[in-house]
């Protein structure tokens, strides 16, 4: 993941609900903050209701993060953007263009903040279990 981060390509994890997902990206993320004693991880967890809007905030503040690292600490230190829960929003086609094109609106993003994204697997569900979760 790290050299991932590294060569600028984004990464994307997938895995059941409490595997360890974020908190693998936590315990990377944290080896650069003891060294340089700064904060290198923003988490954005996304949801139904995250919107366009939620994503251009997210976006204003982690670039201005990032900035503010690279300003104090060279090329030593990344910040990464992390889109948790990334499957359960509409606005994914937003997060592509971030995660994929590095353009937020169709401006560029700086090459100091990097992208990581989790998403859940998609279940389908039988009659049983959909009765079930109506019902509770």
Known sequence: IDMKFRCGIPVIMMGETGCGKTRL??????????????????????????????????????????KNNKKQYGGKVYTVLFFDEVNTTEAIGLIKEVICDRTILGQPIPDELKFAAACNPYKIHDEETIKSLQNA
């Open 25 to 66: 990206l936590r315990y990377l993320c944290e080896l650069q903050e003891k060294v340089f004693k700064v904060k290198t991880l923003l988490c954005l967890k996304v949801h139904g209701g995250t919107n366009e809007r939620h994503i251009e905030d997210a976006m204003d503040m982690a670039i201005a993060h990032a």
